[in-house]
């Protein structure tokens, strides 16, 4: 495997379930994130992680719950969700700590149907 | 409130022309400025970047153009061509020391016309 991955691609979930969205990064990297993508609208920032320690939570509800146990793995465990967290959930990495240039990779994305 | 937009959802052009996709910016303390290009069911993939003290970067068939005063850039690809065809999406740097992170906008949706 390359680059940033993501599993399941594709989710549909009830309300009341519990389930866990997976990312992981071959790029060596130090950081990730993760994000979310609605119709028309901009990539959200929901979680940083930097050396697995979270470093933003960007309001995002208690019923999204990140997880980073290493530096190449990245979960969001997910519970009572409501229809409009329907959206793509992409998931980035990077290698910060300063440089010239701040570029995140993807993976493909889970895109998520809370039924 | 958004602080990076791209006012265009579309854009259509032929082929072998330029597309010019814009985007403005209202915090002045973004740093660095990227485009990033999606296609359907892939993650945004990077594209090219611009340092907020330089007013061009070129790298092959892309420019990138950026005029602080306007709070303004923009990411020219000449010529077009249909694999260009994709979701473009804006990205502006912000913070520092491990804190840093990017604001994206909506996008804009290029179709390359052959």
Same mark, same amino acid.
């Given at each position: 495997e390359t680059g940033v991955t993501q599993t399941p691609r594709h989710l549909v979930m009830g309300m009341t379930n519990k389930k866990s969205l997976k990312c992981e990064q071959h +790029?060596?990297?130090n950081a990730m994130y993760w994000y979310k993508q609605s119709a028309k609208k901009p990539l959200e920032l929901m979680f940083v992680y930097n050396f697995k320690e979270q470093?933003?939570?960007?309001?995002?509800?208690?019923r999204f719950s990140p997880e980073c146990p290493n530096s190449s793995h990245l979960f969001l465990h997910l519970h009572t +969700?409501?229809?409009?967290?329907?959206a793509l959930y992409l998931c980035a990495s990077s290698q910060d700590g300063g440089g010239s240039s701040y570029e995140q990779y993807f993976g493909p994305g889970t895109r998520l149907t809370v039924t | 409130d958004q602080q990076v937009k791209q006012n265009s959802p579309s854009l259509s052009v032929q082929e072998g022309r330029i597309s010019i996709l814009n985007c403005d910016y209202?915090?002045?303390?973004?740093d660095y400025f990227l485009w990033y290009k999606k296609y359907p069911a892939e993650g945004p993939t990077f594209l090219i970047s611009i340092s907020s003290i330089k007013d061009k970067n070129e790298d092959g068939r892309f420019t990138v153009f950026l005029n602080k005063s306007a709070k303004h850039l923009s990411l020219h690809i000449?010529?077009?061509?249909?694999?260009?065809?994709a979701v473009y999406f804006c990205a502006a740097r912000t913070g520092r020391g491990g804190s840093e992170k990017l604001v994206f906008g909506k996008g804009t949706k290029l179709t390359v016309n052959p």
């Amino acid at each position: 495997e390359t680059g940033v991955t993501q599993t399941p691609r594709h989710l549909v979930m009830g309300m009341t379930n519990k389930k866990s969205l997976k990312c992981e990064q071959h +790029l060596g990297h130090n950081a990730m994130y993760w994000y979310k993508q609605s119709a028309k609208k901009p990539l959200e920032l929901m979680f940083v992680y930097n050396f697995k320690e979270q470093t933003e939570n960007n309001s995002v509800p208690s019923r999204f719950s990140p997880e980073c146990p290493n530096s190449s793995h990245l979960f969001l465990h997910l519970h009572t +969700l409501q229809p409009e967290d329907s959206a793509l959930y992409l998931c980035a990495s990077s290698q910060d700590g300063g440089g010239s240039s701040y570029e995140q990779y993807f993976g493909p994305g889970t895109r998520l149907t809370v039924t | 409130d958004q602080q990076v937009k791209q006012n265009s959802p579309s854009l259509s052009v032929q082929e072998g022309r330029i597309s010019i996709l814009n985007c403005d910016y209202t915090n002045s303390m973004f740093d660095y400025f990227l485009w990033y290009k999606k296609y359907p069911a892939e993650g945004p993939t990077f594209l090219i970047s611009i340092s907020s003290i330089k007013d061009k970067n070129e790298d092959g068939r892309f420019t990138v153009f950026l005029n602080k005063s306007a709070k303004h850039l923009s990411l020219h690809i000449v010529p077009s061509q249909p694999g260009d065809s994709a979701v473009y999406f804006c990205a502006a740097r912000t913070g520092r020391g491990g804190s840093e992170k990017l604001v994206f906008g909506k996008g804009t949706k290029l179709t390359v016309n052959p």
